[in-house]
DNA sequence: AAAAAAC
């Protein structure tokens, strides 16, 4: 068995990966590391949880550990969709790079420039930055990126799903074509395969199966919910929602809820905290320094209920959370998957509890179709009579009469011929598209290259080739954006 | 009906 030991790693970095407690490397990281290390360009398709961080911060501390760092010219460059993400991979560097002498800077907007601008100007060896801020310090002079040695991008398909890639394709423009790159994705969309066709030069293929399928550690549940009064929806709902906290009582040691809209996480956390849950909120709106304390504060156990819009449903390491409940169902169905697939990591058990109403039954229909399984449905905790929830006629609780019959043979995933044509239909037009060779036209206008218009950018080709992901093979990853949109 | 990322 290969041990970090035998990867060829600099002495200081296997001491301070030793320290951490780590001997064995995962997958990703026993075939990332050796070509890295080599120079090799590296296209490695893994998600979260597999230990991709390290396949790349190893091999950067080895090699960037040679060297100097000069003023206002980065030798290397890691690009993260998110700040939290970005954040999470700084500290990455700062656990392995111990023992090395490194600099490094971190771009991410929220904060002030001055404490970037200072460290940029005294020279960094690692840059690691959301493309946004980093293009604003490009803009206003401060930074040359013709020094780049080595550039990562992280979660590149979450950066299409976010419009970022028009940025990812400047930033790669302005590095010099001598640069080493490593490149992350969970998934091979069309565009991200365009990309790294584009950018990678004879790369080092990577792929690592998913950690597990979101069927086998998650217990699954939906609770339907009809509200009295659609104006009582909203405190019905987050009643419900304490009932089924207080329902798992202590086997519910922390948890995330996740919420469609930002005002809703708002409003839920406050309402928990309200009725005395230790619970805060997250997402974009809020200010930096509250997101990463609130953050720190769920990492260390010191909260118990983390409110979340789906900035906290990808890429973050949010070690052992015993529970997910979706207050709302996720309009996108592989949303579902990252969001559930924060609890029962690492081999722990989790728990999925998702809250949906009449409204979201299309919604979470389609996440049935997506598992290629029915979730199981539960009643009204505070009315524990499971034969009830079959009986189709009103009784005093409506919403166990909501529940269907569970889906037997969920409907496959490829419709037939006749619903096709729906596919080939962008989310932006009324009208439905003829089928075409070219399901979703590029858009012919010059567009300004920071314009993050979604959709515009993607390929919807059916033909397109696509990697699976070992043995655990999704239905949905083999299916193009524009098709898994197509509801 | 949304979220994220720049000021």
Do not use: W
Not at 298 to 311: E, I, N, P, T, Y
């Amino acid at each position: 068995m290969t041990k970090f030991s035998d990867l060829n790693l600099s002495p200081k970095v296997l001491k301070a990966v030793e320290e951490a407690g780590y001997e064995t490397p995962t997958p990703i990281q026993e075939g990332a590391i050796p070509p890295a290390l080599e120079g090799k360009d590296v296209l490695g398709i893994a998600q979260t949880g597999t230990g991709k961080t390290a396949s790349f911060t190893l091999p950067m501390i080895t090699k960037l550990a040679r060297g100097r760092a000069r003023a206002r010219m980065p030798r290397s460059l890691v690009l993260c969709p998110t700040r939290e993400l970005a954040a999470q991979v700084a500290e990455n560097f700062d656990t392995y790079s111990k023992h090395v002498k490194l600099t490094k800077a971190l771009l991410i907007g929220g904060v002030s420039f001055k404490e970037q601008d200072t460290l940029i100007d005294k020279g960094v060896d690692v840059l690691i930055a959301t493309p946004g801020r980093l293009l604003d310090h490009f803009e206003r002079g401060k930074l040359l990126l013709t020094g780049i040695e080595i550039m990562v991008v992280d979660e590149a398909d979450r950066m299409l799903d976010m419009g970022f890639i028009p940025d990812i394709e400047r930033i790669f423009s302005l590095t010099p074509f001598t640069r080493q790159t490593l490149f992350f994705s969970a998934t091979m969309a069309p565009e991200i395969e365009r990309i790294t066709n584009t950018f990678l030069s004879a790369p080092a293929r990577i792929e690592v199966a998913r950690q597990a399928s979101a069927s086998e550690t998650i217990e699954q549940a939906a609770m339907v919910f009809r509200p009295s009064r659609k104006d009582r929806e909203g405190s019905e709902k987050r009643r419900m929602l304490r009932d089924l906290i207080d329902a798992e009582g202590a086997t519910c040691t922390n948890a995330i809820i996740f919420c469609n809209r930002k005002v809703d996480v708002d409003v839920v956390a406050k309402s928990l905290k309200k009725y005395g849950y230790d619970a805060a909120p997250i997402h974009g709106d809020l200010d930096q320094s509250q997101r990463t304390r609130t953050l720190d504060g769920f990492r260390d156990g010191s909260l118990r209920f983390l409110v979340a819009s789906d900035v906290a449903a990808r890429g973050l390491d949010i070690p052992s959370v015993s529970h997910v409940f979706n207050f709302d169902v996720p309009s996108h169905a592989e949303d579902y998957i990252h969001r559930i697939g924060r609890t029962g990591r690492a081999g722990r058990s989790g728990k999925a509890i998702t809250i949906c109403t009449p409204r979201d039954e299309k919604y979470f229909d389609a996440v049935e179709r997506l598992l290629q399984k029915a979730i199981p449905r539960i009643g009204n905790p505070k009315a524990p009579e499971p034969e009830a929830a079959q009986v189709p006629a009103p009784t005093a609780a409506p919403a166990l009469t909501a529940a269907p019959a569970p889906v037997a043979a969920p409907a496959p995933v490829r419709e037939s011929a006749e619903e096709q044509p729906r596919r080939s239909t962008s989310r932006r037009s009324e009208k439905p598209a003829p089928r075409s060779e070219k399901p979703a036209q590029r858009n012919n206008e010059s567009r300004a290259p920071r314009d993050s218009n979604r959709g515009s950018d993607r390929r919807g080709g059916r033909d397109s080739n696509v990697v699976g992901l070992g043995d655990h093979l999704p239905e949905f990853i083999a299916l193009s954006f524009d098709e898994r949109r197509a509801s």
